[in-house]
């Protein structure tokens, strides 16, 4: 018998009918995904003869209240800047008086809270198309950061082979840091960036590629860093075109078509540049924005939720303010009472029956208990 455990149930059935072999499958309760191999009867290396195949029915229902499993709560959405290998100046890792640049000594406390807090990374393209791949019992939590800074990725040099040595220092320093501390924190993160890409011209394209390769996600942050509420149309289309049509001469499909909006602008939808933002055509390159991500305040909505909008998404200012003014604090003894608890399956929607009305797509498979 070989060993039948990384095989589809579609190809244990063409192996047991290729080796003449009487197949049973039987179901049952497992943490492991609906449909998954639990176990074969007979172990590889032993004689063929009938055959039991275990695969798992999911999670037993009866456990999602203990878990008070809830995908329809809401997504903390990180929104950081620069990552900086000093001291503190200001409140808690601020380097700056708003606190959008942290410290690296903060950014690691940071990623340890949310790892010990029950919070587990998903790609943020992943949680926009309503992908949350996350474990019974945990939350989804995503990670960006604006501006392309040398301080998210400063390459070193390169080593013998010609591959880019980065700081440790530095925000993906600390974030493959943690990949190699936590292999179950799934560490992934979306760097929005400028015309100047991470201002390292030497190493720009084998950044981009490294990133991508490695598992993170490379965004559209405009060429200037432009206020759209300033602007006019024409200047809109050539600051959001011109840093697609760049990211699509070195990655070609493998960027994401979202935009984190300069400065959170402009503020509404309803806005006449905002169409220009989420389509339009620049020297002959046609591109179309999925998403764009405000300078918000809070987290945002379930993407199973009547309130979700992904054109449109909040995000948390990732800095400390004594637990006030939304900062990391305030926002995480919030979400205690409101955060999305995952049923451990990705297919299947799980949430409490009084939050069925909040429930926004019913040709998804769920549970309501």
């Not at 604090?329 to 297919?347: A, C, H, T, V």
Request: proline share 3%; aromatic share 14%; hydrophobic share 35%.
């Amino acid at each position: 018998m070989d060993d039948l455990s990384n095989k589809s149930i579609d190809e244990i059935k063409e192996y047991c009918e290729k080796n003449n072999i009487n197949v049973t499958f039987s179901e049952e309760y497992s943490d492991i995904a609906k449909g998954s191999f639990i176990s074969q009867s007979i172990l590889p290396g032993e004689e063929l003869g009938d055959l039991v195949i275990k695969i798992s029915k999911g999670v037993d229902p009866s456990i999602y209240p203990q878990k008070n499993v809830n995908e329809l709560g809401r997504v903390p959405i990180m929104m950081y800047h620069g990552i900086h290998n000093v001291d503190a100046k200001y409140v808690g890792g601020n380097v700056d008086k708003d606190g959008y640049q942290r410290t690296s000594d903060a950014f690691r406390k940071d990623l340890e809270f949310y790892y010990s807090s029950g919070y587990r990374m998903v790609r943020l393209i992943d949680y926009v198309n309503g992908i949350i791949d996350v474990p019974l019992g945990y939350s989804p939590l995503v990670i960006t950061f604006d501006d392309g800074l040398e301080n998210n990725i400063k390459v070193l040099g390169l080593d013998d082979n010609g591959d880019i040595i980065i700081d440790p220092n530095s925000a993906v320093g600390i974030l493959e840091e943690f990949k190699n501390k936590y292999n179950d924190f799934n560490v992934t993160a979306t760097f929005f960036v400028n015309g100047g890409l991470f201002n390292q011209e030497e190493y720009n394209e084998k950044i981009l590629n490294w990133l991508v390769d490695h598992g993170y996600d490379i965004g559209n942050h405009s060429y200037s860093h432009a206020d759209f509420s300033k602007i006019d149309n024409n200047k809109s289309i050539y600051e959001i075109g011109s840093v697609y049509k760049i990211l699509d001469s070195i990655l070609g499909d493998k960027y994401v078509n979202i935009v984190a909006l300069p400065f959170g602008s402009p503020y509404t939808k309803s806005h006449s540049n905002f169409p220009s933002i989420m389509s339009g055509s620049y020297e002959g390159f046609d591109y179309n924005t999925l998403s764009t991500l405000r300078v918000g305040w809070e987290s945002d909505y379930s993407p199973f939720s009547n309130d979700f909008d992904k054109s449109f998404l909040k995000r948390i200012r990732a800095y400390d303010n004594n637990g006030v003014d939304f900062d990391i604090q305030m926002n995480f003894k919030l979400l205690e009472s409101n955060r999305y608890i995952s049923d451990g399956d990705k297919d299947l929607i799980v949430f409490p029956k009084d939050k069925v009305e909040e429930f926004n797509n019913f040709n998804l498979e769920y549970y309501s208990y």
